[in-house]
């Protein structure tokens, strides 16, 4: 009886942490619909407002460098205060800033609420990996990340093909107000579900016992592998940020696919990660191996990445299996997360996670612009506001993806296996 006993509260502390972190999750399943809904808001965007191609990538990109400048700030906040009570106030404001987009009538307004959302953004996955580190053991930690990204991802699946269709009954604006009710939604679940602990795996120093603030950043930033984690996520997640966030549709157009195969193909594309990133989690806890995962990873996302620049086909069957294959390999990602986590002391894990994405973030703002830069500087035909690129402006402007691949992989070679060397990681 006392067995049967202690397994069913332990069945029930488990379904209780699964629950939480999943509900937490959704604010990260909001922000990633919000990241990625451009992607398909783009022709409307650009023709509401008269910008050009770079314009745009310009506003797409407000939502990184504000994310980028909070993230440092958010996981300082995390360390230290509640985290349910960050997320509320985080999804709280995401959904004003979506509400300004949508009623916003100059560009300046609307990246002014695009800013807000990338701006809370920060806390959205980072609190989702405080969750995920308090409410579960060392050995579920890359899974239950997995599972929440995957979540996240749900998010920019919706912000495809669903919100084409939406588009063609509904205008742009009406389309964003309608996320905002959903933003709103999920602060009530978020404030009726989440909590926090205080665990036996994650010690949290109380905050008069803290070391000073510049100590503890000086300890972060001292670590090498947080910038080279920072590094790996950026290299990895760049299909995404650059095709999944605002291009993808853009280029496969430029294939002669319709808005709708072009949507259909991101869904692909995202549903890949979707897979990808909690079967790679799972598959990193059970050979408790982080190094050989991640240099795997690295390799099939050159070959993938190379393919993809190299392609003409418009076939749609070929161009689903790339994309997901593509998916599945950027996911690899998901394991930089994890391994930030297990180089740094539990009181500053939110701080190093935070330091790390602001590498990513920073980058991924540039890479955006960078990308359209590129495109421009490529000939291109001007048709009215828009500019059409035509196909080998796409090839030769996605040899970034391989090079970027490439990078990542030497990166994950100068890493240590943390199973196997605690000992030597700098604390």
Known sequence: MGISKELTEKNISQNLAWLICLIGALFMFYEFMQLNIINSLSTDII???????????????????ANALFLLPAGILL???????????ASTLATIGTFIVAFSSHLYIATLGRFLIGACNSFAFLSAVRLASAWFTTDKIARAIGCMITLGILGGVFSQAPITLLLKFITWRQCLLATGVLG??????????????????????ENSQRKPFLQELGQVAANKHNWLAGFYTCFTNLPMAILAALW???????????????????????????????LIGYISDSLQRRRSPMICGSVLLTLV????????????????????????????????????????????SS?????????????????????GWMLT?????????NSIFMLNNY???????????????????IFIEPFESMNKMPQ
């Open 79 to 89: 360390d230290r205060f509640s985290i349910r009570r960050l997320l509320i106030i």
């Open 47 to 65: 023709n509401t407002f008269s910008i050009s191609n770079t314009e745009l990538g310009w506003f797409s990109a407000s939502f990184f460098y």
């Open 248 to 278: 993808g549709n853009l280029y496969l157009k430029s294939l002669s696919l319709s808005q709708e195969q072009a949507s259909s193909l991101m869904v692909v594309l995202f549903a890949g990660m979707m897979i990808g990133s909690p």
């Open 395 to 413: 090839q030769f402007t996605l040899f970034i993806l391989p090079i970027s691949a490439l990078l990542s992989l030497i990166i994950a070679l």
């Open 305 to 348: 990445t190379t393919i993809l620049a190299l392609n003409t086909s418009n076939e749609m069957v070929f161009l689903g299996f790339l994309f997901l294959i593509l998916g599945l390999c950027s996911s690899i990602q998901v394991l930089g997360y994890t391994y930030v986590t297990e180089v740094n002391n539990a009181e500053v």
């Open 351 to 371: 701080m190093a996670m935070g330091f790390s994405s602001v590498i990513l973030l920073t980058l991924c703002a540039l890479y955006q612009p960078f990308f």
């Open 184 to 205: 709103a939604l999920i602060t009530c679940l978020i404030i009726y579900y989440v909590q926090d602990k205080k665990d036996n795996n994650v010690k949290i120093i």
């Open 377 to 385: 500087y490529k000939n291109h035909i001007n048709s009215g506001i």
